[in-house]
């Protein structure tokens, strides 16, 4: 159950499958999403709340046709340039959108961890999205008569995470901000933790986030795997490379050739570490 | 200390309308500043909520992001974000909840989905996020918005949040639990809802600034209450705290981030 980072997203990952990076700001898996551009994965739904810079490298590469998402943009700094040029220009290629809120996505996570067909809420009420989007829908609530809005359950063929420590067994904890990674990684058919630690024994936590390992598939030992998003209690977020992202990925052949240089041409997530400034720090 | 910006001036008369207790959803950049402004001057119960899930927040510096580690580090606690939505906003036990927005229409409902056709759009904004279940449940929305013809609109390209509807009351016939957007906090003054029409209309100016001002950054005939409130400049003692929060964020946000490999 242990594999490289290689190794699980070849095994796991197939070309056209669903796929969800979660982590909501906090422990974003990047290591993962590298490897994934790294082997030229292709016609992936990707499905994340925040596509963030991790699923703005993703669609800039080519590796997606779909987003399922609620929020686009590079939080505190402003566009998602590539994701941006996806809808707008169709570069690299077409995207279509299936957009929610994030009350909504949390409702369809919700739903789809405990294998029900749909997630409802009280939202949407008064907003254009309905309209452009036919998975959001409404539904009669058969005791009171209340209309309330619909979501399909969102259930990944895979879901990826970033957490600070597993155990040998594959127990997974996770501390800090989570966002919605504990419904993600339970909506998922098959689920792939990168972590930063690989210990004996977890930390007794009575109330934490822990994901067990019989709905673990695969760990990957994998530390700075958040990088440049963060992990609580190991390194912090590099706000600067997000602010400096914003001219890196405005234009397509500055984007491409940061991604060749740092991604592409770097053999793992240490290598893409060590081709940074940060290494030095 | 030097005159103070329109930022600060904005984010100064939405910390004033923050009661001590409340209970405030914050959004990134002014709301955050405001939020925390009121916070570390006259409202220091305040509770501030991120949609990340920290709950009762007290940032030393303020967030880039909506989730950098700060906020749940001085969090009072963490829960998963499914259950802010669910438990915490959809239950009716937020106050406040802060909304920007790229356009905002003479109703107060906003755009921030796209400028032009969804299915071709001139430009592609972030989206919703959680600004249509702040919209419907909060108690309050309060807007902060910098004024122009290009975003105080006559028509929205989008609505992806929903502020009083076509007014006259359609946001409550339609069943929509909060209470709307009471105040707009803009680069001149602030707006406020009719209580029949629910149009927005001017209710307060920055000390200096005419009606006329107000009128000329409004892409729809603005109407003015009939008593206009003036909101007067940042105190030294708000501008001090207000300067001291950005200068700690500017520093800890260039700080290098140190990776334990």
Known sequence: ?281 | MSACTRDEWMTVAAARLLQDGCVCFVGIGLPSAACNLARLTHAPRIVLIYESGTIGTRPDVLPLSIGDGELAETAAYVVPLPDIFSYYLQAGRVDIGFLGAAQIDRHGNLNSTVIGPYDAPSTRLPGAGGAPEIAMHAKQVFVMAKASRRSFVEQLDFRTSAGYLDGHGARSRSGVPGGGPRAVITDFGRLSPHPESEELQLVALFDGVSVEEARAAVGWPLSVADRIETIAPPTPHELEILRALDARTREAHARPVHLPL
């Open chain 1, 1 to 281: 159950m242990q594999l490289t980072l290689a190794d699980a997203i070849e095994n796991y990952v197939a070309h056209g499958a669903s796929v969800a990076l979660e982590g909501f700001t906090h422990l974003i898996p990047f290591a993962a999403a590298h490897e994934i551009i790294r082997q030229r994965k292709r016609d992936l739904h990707l499905i994340r709340m925040t596509p963030d810079l991790v699923y703005d490298q993703m669609i800039g590469m080519g590796c997606a046709r779909k987003l399922t998402f609620s929020w686009g943009g590079n939080p505190g700094v402003g566009s998602l340039h590539r994701l941006r040029d996806a809808v707008e220009h169709h570069w690299p290629l077409p995207l279509e959108l299936d957009e929610h809120s994030h009350a909504g996505m949390a409702a369809a996570f919700c739903a789809g961890a405990a294998r029900l067909p749909f997630g409802t809420l009280r939202g949407y009420a008064g907003t254009d999205l309905p309209a452009r989007n036919a998975n959001i829908r409404s539904v009669t609530c058969p005791f009171t008569g209340e209309t309330l809005a619909a979501v399909p359950a969102i259930n990944p063929d895979i879901t990826i995470l970033h957490a600070q420590r597993a155990d040998r067994e594959g127990n997974v904890a996770i501390d800090g901000i989570v966002g919605a990674a504990r419904e993600a990684a339970l909506a998922a058919r098959v689920l792939i933790v990168t972590v930063e630690d690989i210990v004996d024994e977890l930390p007794p936590a009575m109330n934490a986030i822990v994901l067990p390992h019989w709905i673990v598939s695969a760990i990957v030992h994998c530390p700075g795997g958040a990088y440049p998003s963060y992990a609580q209690g190991h390194y912090t977020r590099d706000n600067a490379f997000y602010r400096q992202w914003d001219s890196v990925a405005r234009e397509r052949d500055s984007f491409m050739a940061w991604m060749h240089e740092h991604v592409l041409q770097q053999r793992d997530h240490r290598a893409f570490i060590e081709s940074l400034p940060v290494a030095r720090a």
